[in-house]
C-alpha cells in the first residue's frame, strides 16, 4: 500500500504546494449570495469541489461549519470528501481531533478508516500528550492515510502552553515536532505532518521532521513566501504546504475566478517545489 506521504509527495509535484480549504463561513455563503442553511452548504461545497479537484494537491475541508448544521451538514461533507477522493484529490479532514483510549480510537477508525467520512488525513491535537495519538498514528500507518499534529499555532492563547520549556530546554511545540520527527523514522517521506503557523515570528526547528509541515495564515491572515522562508529551514521548503483559504474563496461564487486565483497562488509559491 502507498503511504499518504508518498503520495502527497507525488500531489506536490504534479499539482504544486497549495492546500486549499473548503471553510463554508456564514459570511461567505453570504457573500456568495447563498442562505446560510445545508443547502446553500451544498451548493458551496459542490462549486469548490468543482475548482478545485485534481488542481491542488491537497483539499482541506472544515469540518465544524459543516457540523453547524447538524445531520444535513454532515451529510454535505460525507458527499464532499467522497467526490474529491473519486476524483483523485488527497483530502485532508480539519477535524483537530484529540482524546485518549477507546475515545481517540473512535475518532481515528471515523476519518481514517472505511465509514463515510473516511479521508486521506485528519488534523490531530496532542496537547493530552503525544502518546494519546498512537490510536489514529497506528490506523493511519495501517490504512496508508495520514495525520497533520497541531505542533506551533499562530493563535495568541496557543504560545501560553506550546512555548512553555521543558527541563531539557525543549518547548512543547518542539517536542511535538520531535515526537512526529520520530514516527516518520525510516520512511522515504513521512506520513505524520505539523501545523505551523505562518504568521509566527519563530517556529520550532522542523529540519529532522521527514514529512509535511501545513502553514495556515497565508494570505489573508498576513503570512506568505516569506514569512515561510523565515520559519522553514531552505532544506525543508519542500515539504511545506501553504494552507489558503479566504485568500481563495473570497473569489467565489464564479469557478473559473476560484481556479484562476489557484493558479496565481500556485505560481506564487512555485519556489517551494523541489
Wanted: net charge negative; aromatic share 6%.
Amino acid at each position: 500500500m502507498t503511504s499518504f506521504g508518498v503520495r502527497l509527495r507525488d500531489a506536490m509535484r504534479e499539482h504544486g504546494p497549495l492546500c486549499v480549504g473548503i471553510d463554508p463561513h456564514p459570511s461567505l455563503l453570504r457573500a456568495w449570495g447563498l442562505n446560510e442553511d445545508s443547502l446553500g452548504l451544498a451548493k458551496f461545497a459542490d462549486a469548490c469541489v468543482q475548482a478545485f479537484a485534481g488542481r491542488v494537491a491537497l483539499v482541506k475541508p472544515q469540518v465544524a461549519f459543516f457540523e453547524t448544521y447538524g445531520s444535513a451538514g454532515i451529510m454535505v461533507l460525507e458527499e464532499t470528501i467522497g467526490a474529491l477522493r473519486e476524483a483523485g484529490t488527497l483530502v485532508l479532514a480539519d477535524a483537530k481531533r484529540g482524546d485518549i483510549g477507546s475515545t481517540m480510537d473512535a475518532y481515528a477508525h471515523a476519518w481514517l478508516g472505511d465509514g463515510p467520512l473516511a479521508s486521506d488525513a485528519v488534523t490531530v491535537s496532542p496537547y493530552l500528550g503525544f502518546g494519546s495519538l498512537a490510536p489514529a498514528l497506528d490506523l493511519a500507518d495501517k490504512n496508508g492515510r495520514g495525520v497533520f499534529v497541531l505542533a506551533a499555532t499562530s493563535n495568541p492563547e496557543g504560545a501560553e502552553l506550546q512555548r512553555i520549556t521543558g527541563p531539557d530546554g525543549r518547548t512543547i511545540a518542539q517536542r511535538m515536532v520531535d515526537d512526529a520527527a520520530a514516527a516518520n523514522a525510516g520512511a522515504g517521506f513521512g506520513s505524520v505532518g505539523v501545523v505551523v503557523g505562518a504568521t509566527l515570528t519563530d517556529a520550532p526547528d522542523l529540519s529532522a521532521l521527514n514529512g509535511p509541515i501545513l502553514m495556515p495564515g497565508v494570505g489573508a491572515q498576513g503570512g506568505g513566501a516569506d514569512s515561510i522562508r523565515a520559519l522553514v529551514p531552505a532544506s525543508g521548503l519542500g515539504a511545506v504546504l501553504p494552507n489558503v483559504s479566504r485568500e481563495v474563496l473570497k473569489s467565489g461564487p464564479s469557478i473559473s475566478a476560484l481556479q484562476q486565483r489557484v493558479s496565481e497562488l500556485t505560481d506564487e509559491f512555485a519556489f517551494l517545489q523541489r
